[in-house]
């Protein structure tokens, strides 16, 4: 079984400061790793997506994250964030492998930028 | 193209009533998801269909839902006897292929809210 864990509901940070949102999960097998954003009144939308290969991701608006094995986390990252950030991101983790592959999320962080 | 769309986006139910909320998944989609949302969580999985075959119900939270997807493309999620604790965001999800490095394309959503 698998599971996620975002330990900050709400993130407040200023326009342009940097920003980090933790995601550490809990898996017995392989995972694949991944980043949901749903800005209000739109639905989830993926940010970005950890498979294999370079454990440093990024997204086409400046996010980043990185897969550590060790730690298992794979916190998102923003050098300078905007207003428009402003939305809740939510951790997901699914088996490589198996039937069904469902997505398990976490409960979300809410980043609220302010000016 | 189009994405996944659901309907209705809203519907409020008295206590004790039937509902059915549809997806119409993006065209070819063979994978078809359905969480249940509750206000400050994330998404939880309910419920996936290969095609019209229904793989995993294991998130279903008892047998007053009802999930089907007869030819293999628009799905039903049928709720009998609505309870209160029925009221969340209903999500459905395509995806292109049956592995998870392919990626879940979310609908808005539908709110049900049981009075």
């Known amino acids: 079984a698998q599971s996620v864990t975002q330990l900050d509901s709400q993130v407040p940070v200023f326009e342009e400061a940097p920003v980090e949102l933790r995601c550490n999960y809990s898996?017995?097998?392989?995972?694949?790793l991944f980043w949901y954003v749903q800005y209000p009144n739109q639905g989830l939308q993926l940010l970005l997506k950890?498979?294999?290969?370079?454990?440093l991701v990024e997204s086409i608006n400046g996010f980043e994250a990185e897969f550590n094995k060790s730690q298992t986390s794979f916190h998102l990252r923003k050098p300078s964030v905007h207003i428009s950030d402003t939305a809740e991101y939510f951790c997901a983790v699914s088996g490589s492998g198996g039937a069904t592959n469902k997505l398990i999320f976490g409960t979300g962080t809410l980043l609220a930028v302010q000016p | 193209g189009a994405g996944v769309s659901q309907s209705p986006r809203y519907k409020v139910a008295k206590r004790g009533q039937d509902v059915a909320l549809r997806c119409d998944p993006i065209?070819?989609?063979?994978?078809l998801f359905w969480y249940q949302q509750a206000l400050g969580q994330g998404p939880e999985f309910l419920t996936y269909?290969?095609?019209?075959?229904?793989?995993?119900k294991s998130g279903l939270p008892s047998d007053r839902f009802f999930a089907e997807r007869p030819e293999g493309s628009v799905s039903t999620l049928k709720i009998q006897r609505t309870q209160q604790e029925d009221s969340a965001v209903y999500l459905c999800?395509?995806?292109f292929g049956t592995g998870s490095s392919y990626e879940q394309y979310f609908g808005p959503g539908t709110r049900l809210t049981v009075t």
């Open positions: 999800a395509s995806r």
């Open positions: 269909f290969q095609n019209e075959a229904q793989l995993d």
């Open positions: 898996s017995s097998v392989s995972v694949y």
């Open positions: 950890y498979l294999s290969g370079s454990t």
């Open positions: 065209s070819g989609h063979v994978s």
